[in-house]
Structure formats: structure tokens, C-alpha cells
């Protein structure tokens, strides 16, 4: 692979896409490795096998101009390509697709030369044209991407002079598109013939130009995908650029922790993912699995929609971040194995604001009692608070991965006289239902790599989409909308640390906290890895026997 | 998971003509060793469900943050959960939660499933063939889906648990009993009382009801049995009971997530339904052989 | 036997029918406005008025039922909300894994459940006829989703003899269908049990006996014959509760049969698939209800199916 040489803006920008604590754990964790099967690694990697991976969530749909589901871009990001990748050890955004790439001067001319040879799974070459295409398409009203604003917003018009240059002219400078563009899934790629020959089929058929080919999809069972033969053009991160060495890739769905871990046992996975730290330590010692582990790049926290008549009240919002004890939580859920989120970012993600440890609301069940008592909030026979015959009474969506931490907060949230209902739901079911704005509370996490991810859930614009909480504060579009063109490291960093000290003290969210995924690999699968962000490096795996 | 229970000691039951005078009827229960022991067990789970709140060691619905997954030990009899709840506190609580679905369900199938299925026997003709219909209808639907569909529609809670239950156990419950009361009603003294122009009303009350009263108690003693079990199959799924409620179907629900790292959280409140389950399920089958003489020699 | 063949198909029809009221009575029962659930409490009254026309909610109930059922006898269950694909076609992909265990539970009943009745029947009062009978209200006592945890904790977890949560070839097939079959069974078992003693005590087979002919002889060649009728019935009408059952046992298991997505259907308040799952089950009920009776027939050509009364 030719690389030209970095050009200085790039190294700026390099700069600003560094993400340092999420890396350290994906580096070289103390404890545990990152890649699997180290004891057998002398071995011959051999052609041939199924490598089964079980996952809790089950994608919405594969075509990636559709999803925000974590699910699914883990799926895709193996079905797909993008123009760069990340490089942990040197904290460098380097090739993939795009063979070199220069920016103008004024950061508004991005021109890319693609690979040659890149070819679809469906035999369409890969073509400047196509890359212009799919990204205008995830622009385009009526595609109704939930990401595609996000990722490709700050472009204003696409060239593609011949089938290798691809210009992005934008409309204002942005330091978050070339993190995009190295986000593992999201901004591939997509046959163009394949989505008019599937229509709305294309969700279930997708096509694109990674190392794996989609196979098949039983709903609620698994999803087969089988060695892409063509691929040649895999990234310099692997020392295998060719196609994978397994046949068959199976993804499984298995919500329940427990079944998991059973499937693991008897062999009819080979990767268990996000195990429970608790099911982790069983396997530290062990000689036949491989604990994998990765600071989660993005954190867990409660939103509270504040168009709901109880919860349009910032006091109320305070309290509730009062009466969470996020301690307890992170020590009986995670066994400790993650940290407490003091604000909306996550501390491994650059701009994160160590202030936020000073500013943030800690657990004070008396100044939280003391918040509802001064807002009309007052305590009725059966414990719970009402006011004007209102009792304080909320719904909190929850799904399977949540359940503890949802009763807790429900205990925690009773100490101060509110009533909570715990509404259980799928996964994609309560992004959906919070998209529309019918809830009252709700558990989430992300998984982002640029900390403009904040606009995704507070800029007004994405109101019916993920701005759950419906948060419309000009104050905060208007820094959001700056940190995401801001070029200047420390510029945006303090434009960064003001958002987090602004959405703080709104209260719209009560960060919980960031936690570590551990993934268990049979060791009968070699040389497995954690790509950054999420998904696996599967390129140099293969199946013992 | 029983819904045939049902139907199957219909094909037990129907035989039996004779009734026996109520006033024999706890004599002879309590000379059933079956009946006698089932009896008392039943009792004392009872009671533990009535005194359950006073001797529970610890509140059921508070944390102990200290204390998470707990095994049983001094302190927590029978480990704590998976957010440090007395497991054991739970279980008492759990009773009585317990009980109460199951009673509030089985009621509901009983008054509704008595009404129809003596209205059915007792008018015949046209009302009963259409009742019987919609009744076929409702057969051809397993009882937990039908639960199922009713709890999706209404939304998962304790209540609507009951109703659900109440409302997919009455088919084959009303189907019992018209058979039952068809044989009443084409006995002699329910001719005579038509004869001196007692009401349609009155003679279902106060003369068939009455006489079907054995066959009501054998049934519902049975039905019981299978609200706790269906009851708790909702709790298990998620759809029955909410958290923070303790009953044993949701806290086994809970539980079955940690089952290799707390064996106790699945297995107790399991135990418990089970042996429930069991002492009610043995209790209607003495009290089967009371009534039927002729099922109990086989 | 044709003239009984279409009152028995008419009277299948009927109750499935009935059904299909049921279903699609399920989607007006929702509290509050569907269409509203659906997009959310800030869409606009035009785009309410909008998908309520296009969902054809706009019109007299008795238009939408029509519809509803047009759409069924073509083979239109709706399409599903969470994935946008045919529910029937959901469906029939989910079904032949339910059939699997459904079908194999009822074999293993079949088996266990008549060896065990005809032990307890020949050692009548005896301990082990006792043994037999507590161990068969113990069978339809143990919830059978706790029992189906068990199972996995000891043979899967612990003893590593079956996998779990694999594909839905045979090892997989082994927990789950057992877990189901050890209700049915204990059914069998006790039906089984009573017939035998019925037939045990008939004066042929005391003939039998009396001409010293061989008591495994008479169990088997006299007795167990004529114990087959009740037990396929039984046996029809388990296939029902199997269904029911298997909601549950899937649901342990992970099973992807259609148990799992009706359940899956209800959390994604995916409530075309829900009408749609509901629906299938009754027909399937009704389906292999009118088989069975038909079956008779053939079992015991004493028995005129024909002289039967009709009812689903």
C-alpha cells in the first residue's frame, strides 16, 4: 500500500483525533490479553472453519445507512470497508480504502485516491462515483439515515472526477470527519446496483466490499456470513491482507448472559462478547479460554425526557442525579470493573473535562429530598411525592442488559419519594420508542469515537431522532455546532469542557458510568482481536481444528 | 404447561354421578391420609404467606449494596440477589403474592366459568351451542398464549397477570362444569321444582349450583395448581409480576441469569412453586377420590 | 365419512374464525391510540390522520375486519413492525424448529409415559405403583422452565453432554424436548395407567390369565391395544399444550422456534407479529385436532367417526 507522505494539517488533525484512555486498554491491558490464543500462537494458522460469535442484540437492519444499532455496525463492519483505519499504537488514522489523501489549506478540499481493484461483493467495481453516491444517499432526506447528518454533514458537495479521485468540498472545516471516516462500519461503502435491485430488501441483503460476504439472516437466530475470496485489499493493521482464513463467520443471538456463557461451554460459540466482569474472573486462569477486554468507548447513562410534565423541572432533574448512588452501581454491577461517568463523555474520550469529578452532582439523598421538597414536591401517606394531586410517578425504559442497574435506580429513586415503572422492553424497541418521544426516562449508552457524538443526543436538530431527552437550548446548539468545526486542539477541548459543564448543570442526563467489556474466545479460535471502538479483528484468525 | 391438566381429569371426573351429603364432606377428607397431609401442608405455606411480612428477617425491596449475590449464610438464610435483596425476605413476601394472583385468577375463572357453563347446561338450545363455540374458540388457543396475547395488549402487571389467567382458564372450565350440571339437570327433583314454575334463575342457584358444589371444589383445587404455575410463567417471561415485586416466577426470571455464579436465586423460589404446586395438585387428586369412589380403586 | 370430513372441516373453520375476531380485536384493545404508539407523541394530527388512512384504521371496524381477513386467505398476516419482512413469512421460518420439539417431546412422552403407566398398572398398590403416581403429580407440578434450567445447569453447564443454545440439530434438540415431554408424559402415564387397569380387570383377560397364558403376553398383546385410543387422544390433544409449553421451553433454551418470537414480538411491541404468532397457533390447534379425529378412523375401525358429535 502506497501512502503518501502526512501532509502538516493532517497531523493536526491527527492530533485531535487521539483518543487517549480508550487506546491504553486496547493496547496492552496488564492484566489480559488483547489477542486471543496466545499459548497455541506457534501453530500453523490454517485455511478453513466457522468462527461463532454470540452477541446479545440482534441488528435492526444491515444496510448501515439506516442503523444507529451497535449491533448491526458490528456485523457491518465486517461485511464493509472504509477509507482509513485506526492504528492504537501510534494513535494514527492510516489507509485503507483510500490509497493517499491530501487536504487543502483551508481545510474545505478533502481529495482521496481510492484503491484500485476494490470490487463488491456482487462483482460492481468500486468506483469514486459509487463512495459519492452512497454518502449523498445517506444524505438525502428520504434515505432518513439516523447517523447519515451526523457523519457527513459538514460536506457540501461531493466531486468524482475519474473512478480513483474522490473530493469532498465542505462547507465548513471539520475535525470530526476523518474520525468518521475511520469508524469501523458506519461509513462504508454500499453497492449501488445491489440497493435498486433489493429495494427495501437491501437491509437483510447488504453488499459491500469487506472480507466478509452476507451469507443469510434468521431472524432472531443468527446471521451467516462466508469468506469474501476477492479480498485482497485488507489494511496494513493485519498481516494477512488477503481474504479470511475461516469459511464461515456466524453471528448468534443470544440475549440471555447465562445461555451464553453455556454456548461458550459447550462449544457451540467460540466468542462470547460482553460478558459480565463476574463470568470474566472464572475464566482469568483458564487454559482453553481467552479473556479479551476493552474500555467501553462511550458511557452508560440515564436520560430523562424534558418535554414530560414531572421532568421539565430542572429541580427535579437534579434530585434524581442526586439520589443515584453511581458507586453502588459500578461496584455491585461492573464488580468495580469500570468507573463512575461524572459527565456525558466518558474519560478516555478526548475533551473529556476532569473538572466534571469536582462540579457534578454527588449522592446526597438530603439535598435531593431538600430539591422536591422546594419545588411543590411533598410526601404522601404510601412514601411517594405529590403536587396538585400529581403523584411523582415516572416510567423508565429499560432492556435485558439493564435490569440491574434499573431496579437499583428504582430503590435508589424511592428513597426520595419517586415512584418508578420499570418498562422492559428490546433494545431497539426502547431507541425507537424514546425516538418518538413517548417516555419518560430512560437507559442508554453510545459508542462513539469524537466527542462531537454529543450533538447525536442534545443538538435540537436531532429532536425525533437521538435527542431523547428533546433538549432545545440555544446556548448549547450553538457551542455543539462549534466544537464539531473547531480545528484547534485546545480550542475545542474548552469549548468541549463548557458543554459538559453546561449539560451538567441542565441536568438532562445522569451519567452513570463507563464500563469495561470483556469478550471470552475458545481458544480453539487463534489470534482474535479487539478492533478499536467495537467488533473484532478477525483478518488473522483462523479455526484450530 | 397444563392447560391439558384440564381436560384430562375431565375424562377422570366425568363418571362420577353420585354426590356425596356435605356435611360428610371434612370427615371424610380428614380420614384421607392424602388429603389430610396435603391439607396441612397447604396451611402452613398459607399461613407463611399471611405472617410472612412479620417474620421476614430483612425488608424485601431494599439493597444492601455491601451484599450483592450473597450466599446463604447467618446473616441472609438464603443468599441475597443480584442487587443484595434478603433472598429469603422475598420468598415470604413472595407468598403471599403468590397466593393472591392465584386466588384473584382462579375466582375469576370460577364465577365466570360456573356462570357459563351452567347457563350453557341448564338453557341449552341456541344459547348453548353459541357459548359452547365461542368457548371451542378459545380452547384452540393454549392458555399461555392466550395470556400471552391478552398481557401484549394490556400491558405486563400483577393485575393484568390475573385477568389474563382468569380470562384463558375459563374455556375448559366452563366445559367441566356444563358437564356436570347436565347431569343435574336431568335429574328428577330439578324436573319437579320447572314443574311448580320455579324460575330459570333460582333453580341454577339454588338447585344445580349446589349439587355441582363437589365437582366445583375437586376443579378449582385443580385450577388453582395451574394459575400458580401460569402465573409464574409470566412472571418468568417478564410479562407477569414487575419488579421490584417478589414473586417467584419474576425472581426466578431474575435469577436464571446467574444461575452458575448463585445457584440459590433459581432454585428456591423454583422449590417453592414446585412445592406448591404439588401440595394443591395432591390435594385434588384426595379430594377427586373422595367424590369419586370409582377413580380411586383404579 | 366425506359428508362428516366438511362438517368437521366447517366446524374447524369456524373456531379459527373466531380467532381471527380475537386477534384482530387484540390491536383495538390497545389503551390509548395505536398510531399514536407508533409514531410518537409529537407527530403532527395530519400525519396521525395520514397513517391512520393508510392503515385503513379510518374506516368502520367491520371494513377493517374484512380487510384483516382478505389479507389472511391470501396468505397476508401483515408485515412485521420490527423488521419490516412478512409475518407469515417470519412464521413459517420459525415454525418446523417448534414442530422439532414439539414432535420429539411427544415421542419421548409417548414412550416414557406408557412404559411407566403399564409398570404402575401391573404392580397395582405396591410401592412402585406409588412411586409411579407421585412422580407423576411431581411431573405436572415442576414448572417446566425451571425444570428446563435444571436440566441445562446439570447436563449442559456441568456435565458438558449436550450443547446449548446451538443450531437446532439433534444434540440441541435433546434438553429441550425432554423439558416438554416430561409434562405430557406424566399425562400418558396416569391415562395409560387407569386404562390398563380397566382393561386388566375384563373377563377375557382373566381367561387369559386362567389359561396360564404369559402375563407379558396379555400386557402387551391384550391389554395395551385397547389402552391406544384414550392415549391418542390424549396424545392430539397434548400436541396443543406442546405448543403452549413450548413457548415456554423455547424461551429457556433460546430455541428459535415460534414460541421465542411471539415472546421477542411482545418486547418490540411488534404487534402484527403478535396477532399474527396468536393466529398461526389456533390454526395449527385446529389443523391437528381435525388430523387426530380423522386418525380414529384408522386406529380403530370399530369407532365411526362419523357417529361423533362435530366440535373443534
Known amino acids: 500500500m502506497k501512502n503518501r507522505l502526512v501532509t502538516s494539517p493532517l497531523l493536526i488533525i491527527v492530533c485531535l483525533l487521539v483518543l487517549l484512555g480508550g487506546c491504553s486498554s486496547v493496547s496492552a491491558p496488564a492484566n489480559s490479553a488483547t489477542e486471543a490464543g496466545k499459548p497455541e500462537s506457534t501453530a500453523e494458522p490454517k485455511k478453513g472453519g466457522t468462527i461463532t460469535i454470540g452477541y446479545m442484540d440482534e441488528p435492526d437492519t444491515l444496510d448501515m445507512y439506516k442503523s444507529a444499532n451497535l449491533a448491526a455496525a458490528m456485523v457491518g463492519s465486517e461485511i464493509g470497508a472504509r477509507l482509513f483505519y485506526y492504528d492504537p499504537k501510534t494513535q494514527d488514522v492510516k489507509p485503507y480504502l483510500a490509497e493517499s489523501y491530501t487536504i487543502s489549506e483551508d481545510w474545505k478540499t478533502w481529495t482521496f485516491q481510492l484503491q484500485s481493484g476494490v470490487v463488491f461483493h456482487d462483482g460492481t467495481p468500486l468506483t469514486a462515483a459509487i463512495y459519492k453516491q452512497t454518502i449523498e444517499r445517506a444524505l438525502d432526506p428520504e434515505t432518513a439515515s439516523p447517523l447519515g447528518e451526523y457523519l457527513f454533514g459538514a460536506i457540501q458537495s461531493i466531486d468524482a472526477p475519474d473512478d480513483k479521485t474522490l473530493i469532498f468540498h465542505l462547507k465548513k472545516p471539520s475535525a470530526q470527519l476523518l474520525t468518521n471516516l475511520w469508524e469501523p462500519a458506519v461509513t462504508q461503502p454500499v453497492s449501488l446496483a445491489a440497493i435498486e ?8 441483503n447488504p453488499v459491500g466490499v469487506g472480507p466478509w460476504k452476507f451469507d443469510s439472516w434468521k431472524t432472531g437466530e443468527s446471521i451467516t456470513l462466508v469468506r469474501n475470496e476477492g479480498y485482497q485489499w485488507g489494511n496494513a493493521s493485519v498481516k494477512n491482507q488477503g481474504p479470511p482464513l475461516a469459511d464461515k463467520l456466524v453471528y448468534k443471538f443470544i440475549k440471555d448472559s447465562q445461555t451464553m456463557i453455556a454456548a461458550l461451554e459447550s462449544g457451540s460459540i467460540d466468542i462470547a462478547a460482553n460478558v459480565s466482569a463476574k463470568e470474566m474472573k472464572k475464566y482469568k486462569e483458564s487454559n482453553e479460554v481467552t479473556v479479551l477486554e476493552r474500555m467501553k468507548w462511550g458511557s452508560s447513562f440515564l436520560e430523562m425526557n424534558t418535554e414530560n410534565e414531572i421532568l421539565q423541572d430542572i429541580q427535579v432533574r437534579r434530585a434524581v442525579n442526586m439520589a443515584i448512588n453511581k458507586d453502588a452501581i459500578v461496584k455491585g ?4 470493573e469500570g468507573e463512575i461517568a461524572h459527565s456525558p463523555l466518558p474519560s478516555s474520550l478526548f475533551g473529556y473535562d476532569p473538572a466534571s469529578a469536582e462540579y457534578d452532582y454527588k449522592y446526597n439523598v438530603e439535598e435531593a429530598r431538600k430539591l422536591l421538597d422546594a419545588a411543590g414536591w411533598t410526601v404522601n401517606a404510601q412514601g411517594i411525592r405529590e403536587k396538585d394531586g400529581k403523584p411523582l410517578a415516572v416510567e423508565l425504559l429499560s432492556w435485558d442488559a439493564w435490569t440491574r442497574t434499573s431496579q437499583l435506580i428504582q430503590g435508589l429513586l424511592k428513597e426520595i419519594g419517586m415512584d418508578v415503572k420499570i418498562i422492559n422492553l428490546d433494545a431497539a424497541t ?15 449508552n453510545y459508542t462513539d469515537n469524537d466527542p462531537n457524538a454529543l450533538s447525536l443526543f442534545l443538538h435540537s436538530s436531532q429532536i425525533g431522532s437521538l435527542n431523547h431527552s428533546r433538549v432545545h437550548n440555544k446556548e448549547l446548539d450553538a457551542l455543539l455546532e462549534k466544537g464539531s468545526a473547531t480545528l484547534d486542539k485546545d480550542e475545542r477541548k474548552k469549548i468541549y469542557a463548557e458543554i459538559q459543564r ?6 438532562y442526563w445522569v451519567p452513570l458510568y463507563v464500563e469495561k467489556e470483556f469478550f471470552l474466545v475458545n481458544n480453539r479460535v487463534q489470534g482474535v482481536t479487539l478492533e478499536p471502538m467495537y467488533g473484532f479483528g478477525l483478518q488473522d484468525s483462523w479455526v484450530k481444528d | 404447561m397444563r392447560v391439558l391438566g384440564k381436560a384430562v381429569h375431565t375424562n377422570a371426573v366425568k363418571e362420577r354421578t353420585t354426590a356425596l351429603p356435605r356435611f360428610e364432606l371434612l370427615g371424610k377428607v380428614m380420614q384421607s391420609k392424602k388429603a389430610k397431609y396435603s391439607f396441612v401442608l397447604l396451611f402452613i405455606i398459607i399461613l407463611l404467606g399471611i405472617i410472612g411480612p412479620w417474620i421476614a428477617p430483612h425488608d424485601p425491596l431494599e439493597s444492601n449494596y455491601e451484599a450483592f449475590l450473597q450466599e446463604p449464610s447467618a446473616e441472609y438464610w438464603l443468599g441475597t440477589d443480584s442487587i443484595g435483596r434478603d433472598l429469603l425476605s422475598r420468598m415470604l413476601y413472595g407468598a403471599r403474592v403468590t397466593l393472591t394472583v392465584a386466588v384473584m385468577s382462579v375466582a375469576i375463572t370460577v364465577v365466570l366459568g360456573t356462570v357459563i357453563g351452567v347457563t350453557s347446561a341448564y338453557l341449552g338450545g341456541f344459547i348453548d351451542n353459541l357459548l359452547m363455540r365461542i368457548m371451542d374458540m378459545l380452547l384452540a388457543l393454549p392458555g399461555i398464549v392466550l395470556a400471552l396475547a391478552i398481557v401484549a395488549v394490556l400491558g405486563p402487571s400483577l393485575t393484568n397477570a390475573m385477568i389474563a389467567i382468569g380470562i384463558s382458564s375459563i374455556p375448559s372450565f366452563a366445559l367441566l362444569i356444563r358437564g356436570a350440571a347436565l347431569t343435574i339437570k336431568s335429574s328428577g327433583y330439578v324436573e319437579a321444582s320447572r314443574s311448580i314454575g320455579s324460575s330459570n334463575r333460582w333453580i341454577m342457584v339454588f338447585q344445580v349450583i349446589p349439587n355441582i358444589a363437589h365437582v366445583l371444589i375437586v376443579y378449582t383445587t385443580l385450577f388453582v395448581g395451574a394459575a400458580i404455575l401460569d402465573s409464574s410463567a409470566l412472571g418468568f417471561i417478564g410479562l407477569g409480576a414487575q419488579p421490584p415485586t417478589p414473586e417467584w416466577g419474576t425472581m426466578l426470571n431474575e435469577g436464571k441469569g446467574f444461575i452458575t455464579e448463585a445457584w440459590w436465586l433459581a432454585t428456591f423460589p423454583g422449590l417453592a412453586i414446585t412445592l406448591i404446586v404439588f401440595v394443591v395438585n395432591l390435594l385434588g387428586d384426595a379430594l377427586r377420590d373422595i367424590f369419586d369412589p370409582r377413580a380411586a380403586s383404579k | 365419512m366425506a359428508q362428516y370430513l366438511w362438517n368437521r372441516l366447517a366446524a374447524g373453520l369456524l373456531v379459527v374464525f373466531g380467532i381471527s375476531v380475537f386477534t384482530f380485536a387484540l390491536v383495538h384493545m390497545i389503551p390509548g391510540d395505536p398510531v399514536r404508539m407508533m409514531l410518537g407523541q409529537k407527530a403532527t394530527q395530519e400525519q ?7 392503515m385503513g384504521l379510518n374506516k368502520p371496524l367491520v371494513e377493517q375486519y374484512a380487510t384483516y381477513v382478505t389479507g389472511i386467505v391470501q396468505g397476508d398476516f401483515g408485515t412485521s413492525l420490527k423488521t419490516g419482512q412478512p409475518v407469515l413469512k417470519e412464521i413459517t421460518n420459525r415454525f418446523p424448529a417448534t414442530v422439532k420439539i414439539a414432535v420429539s417431546a411427544i415421542l419421548i412422552a409417548i414412550v416414557v409415559g406408557i412404559a411407566l403407566g403399564m ?9 412402585v405403583d406409588r412411586a409411579v403416581l407421585t ?10 422452565y425451571w425444570l428446563g434450567l435444571l436440566l441445562m445447569l446439570l447436563f449442559a453447564v456441568k456435565w458438558k453432554w449436550f450443547p446449548i443454545a446451538g443450531g437446532t440439530g439433534f444434540k440441541d434438540l435433546v434438553l429441550p424436548a425432554v423439558t416438554l415431554g416430561v409434562y405430557a408424559s406424566t399425562i400418558i402415564c396416569r391415562l395409560t395407567r387407569s386404562g390398563m387397569l380397566e382393561v386388566l380387570s375384563q373377563d377375557y383377560i382373566r381367561s387369559a390369565r386362567a389359561k396360564g397364558i404369559d402375563e407379558t403376553i396379555i400386557l402387551f398383546r391384550h391389554a395395551f391395544r385397547n389402552v391406544m385410543i384414550p392415549v391418542v387422544t390424549v396424545v392430539g390433544l397434548q400436541m396443543a399444550s406442546l405448543l403452549g409449553g413450548a413457548v415456554l421451553i423455547e424461551q429457556v433454551f433460546s430455541w428459535p422456534g415460534i414460541g421465542t418470537l411471539a415472546i421477542d414480538a411482545i418486547f418490540s411491541r411488534d404487534f402484527p407479529m403478535i396477532q399474527g404468532t396468536t393466529l398461526f397457533m389456533g390454526i395449527v390447534y385446529v389443523s391437528v385436532n381435525i388430523v387426530i379425529d ?5 386406529i380403530d375401525p370399530r369407532i365411526d367417526v362419523s357417529q361423533q358429535k362435530a366440535g373443534a
Not at chain 1, 197 to 204: H, S, V
Not at chain 1, 502 to 507: I, P, T
Not at chain 3, 294 to 298: I, K
Open chain 3, 119 to 127: 409398570v404402575a398398572a401391573k404392580y397395582k398398590d405396591t410401592i
Open chain 3, 48 to 54: 396521525v390522520e395520514q397513517v391512520r388512512e393508510q
Open chain 1, 197 to 204: 435491485k433489493m429495494g427495501a430488501d437491501y437491509g437483510r
Open chain 3, 135 to 144: 412422580l407423576a403429580t411431581l411431573g405436572v407440578s415442576i414448572p417446566g
Open chain 1, 430 to 444: 426502547v431507541v425507537d420508542v424514546a425516538g418518538k418521544g413517548s417516555f419518560d426516562m430512560a437507559l442508554m
Open chain 1, 502 to 507: 453546561l449539560v451538567v448543570d441542565q441536568a
Open chain 3, 294 to 298: 380423522l386418525l380414529y378412523g384408522f
Open chain 1, 333 to 336: 454491577v461492573l464488580l468495580g
